[in-house]
């Protein structure tokens, strides 16, 4: 079964700074995809970043950007010039063959002004 | 941009008690994964559905059961509810689950209270 890591279950930032938040999966599937899911106190799931496998350009979103290593099997996330808007859960992702998600414990964010 | 839509946003039921949560996808999207996110924990899948059948089921108790209508909505039915039952249940959609489309676009949410 496929498992998704999130080693850091609270992280903190400097506003304007710049944070990676990490994960790592476990998976013997070769094509999948990773996704980056925001979740702010409103509790709805905001898609940040996806990352498919197959590719090896790390996907970027303005001031989101993802170091993917498939070989590690790791995908972490940085989030550059950090905003109060910012805090929320970060969720890892992953999606294989069947398609649901299989999602990390979270991350909390905290931004300090 | 029409997003996904659950109804209701908020509900409250007694143990024992029955729930029916539904679902409406983005237009045009075809395939519906409900989620169960409890305090403090990371959504968890439960059943999806492609082109009205299931196409996946993950930790879904028995005593929950779930469809996909004609017009791709879905609803998921709860009977005798327990207290471990409260949490956020979350819907996503989308398309034909084939490259790109494999981006699941998450409703608001319903939270569910069983006191």
């Known amino acids: 079964a496929q498992t998704v890591t999130q080693s850091q279950p609270e992280m903190s930032v400097q506003e304007a700074e710049t944070v990676t938040l990490s994960c790592t999966y476990d998976t013997s599937e070769s094509d999948y995809y990773l996704f980056w899911y925001k979740q702010p106190p409103s509790r709805q799931m905001i898609l940040v970043i996806r990352?498919?496998?197959?590719?090896?350009q790390n996907a970027t979103e303005n001031r989101f950007s993802v170091n993917f290593q498939k070989a590690a099997k790791s995908f972490s996330l940085k989030i550059s010039d950090s905003q109060l808007g910012d805090a929320a859960m970060y969720f890892c992702?992953?999606?294989?063959?069947?398609?649901?998600?299989?999602f990390g414990a979270g991350t909390r964010l905290t931004v300090k002004p | 941009a029409a997003g996904v839509i659950q109804s209701p946003r908020h509900l409250i039921k007694e143990k024992r008690e029955t729930a029916t949560l539904k679902c409406y996808p983005i237009?045009?999207?075809?395939?519906v994964y409900w989620y169960q996110q409890g305090p403090g924990q990371d959504p968890q899948f439960l059943i999806s559905?492609?082109?009205?059948?299931?196409?996946d089921k993950g930790s879904i108790p028995d005593r929950f059961s779930a469809q996909q209508f004609s017009d791709y909505h879905s609803e998921l039915n709860m009977s005798s509810l327990e207290l471990g039952d409260s949490a956020l249940y979350f819907c996503a959609s989308s398309l034909n689950p084939s490259g790109l489309a494999r981006v699941q676009f998450f409703g608001p949410g319903t939270r569910l209270t069983v006191l």
């Open positions: 992702a992953y999606s294989g063959v069947n398609n649901d998600m299989r």
């Open positions: 237009p045009r999207h075809d395939t």
């Open positions: 559905f492609y082109e009205k059948m299931q196409s």
């Open positions: 990352q498919e496998a197959y590719k090896q």
